[in-house]
């Protein structure tokens, strides 16, 4: 198994398209909570499969964990990771309301799938806008973590890109893993449509 | 109607489902919805959803559905931050709360 490796360049595209869909975002959740917003997607890396393994199924950390599925293009799924405490503030902040404790009714469970969904969305609009190609969805969903299984645990070829993705809601700061996993085979064509998309 | 004929299977769902085109025109509306809405298949089917529903026009909703009319990807809309989309009555007259995903959907027409 090689280790994945991107060039700068194809890191740079990245971090534009990842600036351009938290603006997206940022928008589209503005909108709907009346709240001032700020999105910033950053630190993005690029781990292989035992890593992402490592991240979610050997940690001992609770976690919700927003997933959705892609083919195309490009093939692999697309998740958003809200720590514990995030899931709580971010809840409450965005409803405007406090939350008894952690166990997670039906209504939060919808609440952070609604989050992530939009997160996500952002950022594969972003990736098939630029692109021009054509990408199937799943419907999104909702694990929390630790789980029996994790759909965004994949092949071990696969490769995973993680950024952290921190959301500032009326001065509160709430931080979020974005993990975004390829089939190694899909990762050279989704550069080459994102870089012909630029080029356009 | 033939789109209406290839839905059929819908009918039997206790879940509201609305098809429309990338122009928001109401291709199918489902007896649950009928029920809900208070408002017959042939009465809506060729209408426009936002102008049924003009709330959908707001950029908090018409920004996510316009993604999904494009192929974009799914978008979900939960009952905490949106209690209801659609304003649908309970028995008792209160705002019935609704759960929504807003979905595309691939169809093979054969002519």
Known sequence: MLKPSISKYEQDLLQQMFKFAA??????????????????ISDMQLIDTPSLQTLLVD????????????????????????????????INTLTQSSMRSYEMDVF????????????????????SDTSLEHVSFNLPDYVEIPAPHYPIVGDINN??????????????HISSLLIIQLTADS???????LQAGVRR | ??????FNVLQTLSDGVCIVDKDYKILFWNKKLEQWSQKNQSACV?????????????????????????????????????????DFKKPDGSDQAQRVTVAPLKMVMKH
């Open chain 1, 23 to 40: 603006d997206r975002a940022e928008d589209v959740l503005a909108a709907m909570v009346e709240q001032t917003v700020n999105i910033k």
């Open chain 1, 59 to 90: 940690t001992d950390v609770q976690a919700s964990l927003v997933c959705m599925r892609f083919e195309g293009m490009m093939t692999g799924a697309i998740a958003l990771l809200f720590p514990q405490d995030s899931t709580k503030v971010l």
């Open chain 1, 108 to 127: 939060c469970m919808g609440t952070l799938t609604e989050v992530g969904n939009i997160i996500i969305n952002a950022v594969m609009s972003q990736f």
């Open chain 1, 159 to 172: 490769v995973v890109m993680t950024a952290k993705v921190g959301f500032n809601i009326s001065g509160l």
């Open chain 1, 187 to 193: 990762l050279s064509s989704f550069f080459s449509a």
């Open chain 2, 1 to 6: 109607m033939k789109e209406i004929t290839c």
């Open chain 2, 46 to 86: 060729g209408e426009i959803l936002t102008k049924l529903y003009p709330q959908l026009n707001t950029v908090a909703y018409k920004t996510r559905i316009d993604q999904v009319l494009h192929n974009g990807p799914p978008a979900f809309f939960s009952m905490l931050l949106h209690h209801h989309l659609f």
